[in-house]
Nanobody, 130 residues
Framework: QVQLVESGGGLVQDGGSLRLSCAAS????????SGWFRQAPGKGREFVIG????????YYKDSVSGRFTIFRDYANNTVYLQMNSLKSEDTGVYYC???????????????????????WGQGTQVTVSS
């Protein structure tokens, strides 16, 4: 089992920055990839960005290209989401998720599929005011 705890959400003005953290504990050796998803009010959960732990390959939603970055702290098993140039449409609850190693190689695009994830955090609210 893997436990995920997000932090770092809050209220920020349009054009501002935030850094979210996702601390993993438990069987972290079994993590294959981590991802961030978000859910805006009245909408479904959508993929934002992901990182594969074996080689740090990243995959991201087109609308966050050049603005959002994902990276890992190896020592603390923490994944960060650095969000710059925030827009009102980035508002939502952000969830961290982890895929467990299944012993097979998976193409990067599969980081965008919620069904591929085995563990989820509780979510952290990000509100961008215009």
């Amino acid at each position: 089992q893997v436990q995920l705890v997000e932090s770092g959400g809050g209220l920020v003005q349009d054009g501002g920055s935030l850094r979210l953290s996702c601390a993993a504990s438990g069987s972290t050796f079994s993590i294959y990839a981590s991802g961030w998803f978000r859910q805006a009010p009245g909408k479904g959960r959508e993929f934002v960005i992901g990182i594969r732990w074996s080689d740090n390959i990243t995959y991201y939603k087109d609308s966050v290209s050049g603005r959002f970055t994902i990276f890992r702290d190896y020592a603390n098993n923490t994944v960060y989401l650095q969000m710059n140039s925030l827009k009102s449409e980035d508002t939502g609850v952000y969830y961290c998720a982890a895929q467990q190693t299944k012993g097979v190689y998976k193409s990067a695009y599969r980081m965008a599929l919620a069904a591929e994830y085995d563990f989820w955090g509780q979510g952290t609210q990000v509100t961008v005011s215009s």
